[in-house]
């Protein structure tokens, strides 16, 4: 059972405008959420976090926003640019039973900007 | 060398081999994390080592065997693998941070891993 969805497995956006990416979470236990990018044959890399004492956090062009009540989030990109096509790993973090951080992941959605 | 760095980038082994996987991290963190991500499925944690010590085995069967000499390096040992164990393996580090502060793992490139 997949803890970390996302829904739509690929996204195409015209350049300029908004690119939104959804994820749900069914962990209640989740208490920090990330954002993580990933080009061909790269590793991900860190994106954005949000702590669920919050609902939003911003940075630059990049903006995640979290719903508790719903156990959704979604990442909002504006201007979307070339560049920013990729896919996006939504990822939920909580501690283990061994005390570490674990983060599970969501499938990915795979986002084309269209020039 | 910068970054978390992985060898080999491709690995193809017959199901009676035996081969290891190489992860180095070059930032200075005292956590490493062997995933496995196989098509059109989550990114699935396999181990988690903190300070060298093994912290977490998320289940994972005894023909993937890690070994952690040192906080900068992370090998994963395979041998008798299935042709479904093919996916693409990631490593990552990060900083052992208290709770509350940014958290985030850094990853390397991956190897990916066929079995015949």
């Known amino acids: 059972d997949q803890q970390v969805k996302q829904n739509s497995p690929s996204l195409s956006v015209q350049e300029g405008r908004i690119s939104i990416l959804n994820c749900d979470y069914t962990n209640s236990m989740f208490d920090y959420f990330l954002w993580y990018k990933k080009y061909p044959a790269e590793g991900p890399t860190f994106l954005i976090s949000?702590?669920?004492?919050?609902d939003k956090n911003e940075d630059g062009r990049f903006t995640v926003f979290l719903n508790k009540s719903a156990k959704h989030l979604s990442l909002h990109i504006v201007p979307s640019q070339p560049g920013d096509s990729a896919v996006y790993f939504c990822a939920a973090s909580a501690i283990s039973n061994f005390g570490n951080e674990k983060l599970t992941f969501g499938t990915g959605t795979r986002l084309t900007i269209i020039p | 060398e910068t970054g978390v760095t992985q060898t080999p980038r491709h690995l193809v082994m017959g199901m009676t081999n035996k081969k290891s996987l190489k992860c180095e991290q070059h930032l200075g963190h005292n956590a490493m994390y062997w995933y496995k991500q196989s098509a059109k499925k989550p990114l699935e944690l396999m181990f988690v080592y903190n300070f060298k010590e093994q912290t977490e085995n998320n289940s994972v069967p005894s023909r993937f065997s890690p070994e952690c000499p040192n906080s900068s390096h992370l090998f994963l040992h395979l041998h008798t693998l299935q042709p479904e164990d093919s996916a693409l393996y990631l490593c990552?580090?990060?900083?052992?941070?208290?709770?509350?502060?940014?958290?985030?793992?850094?990853f390397g490139p991956g190897t990916r891993l066929t079995v015949t």
């Open positions: 990552a580090s990060s900083q052992d941070l208290p709770r509350g502060r940014e958290y985030e793992q850094y």
């Open positions: 949000i702590s669920s004492i919050k």
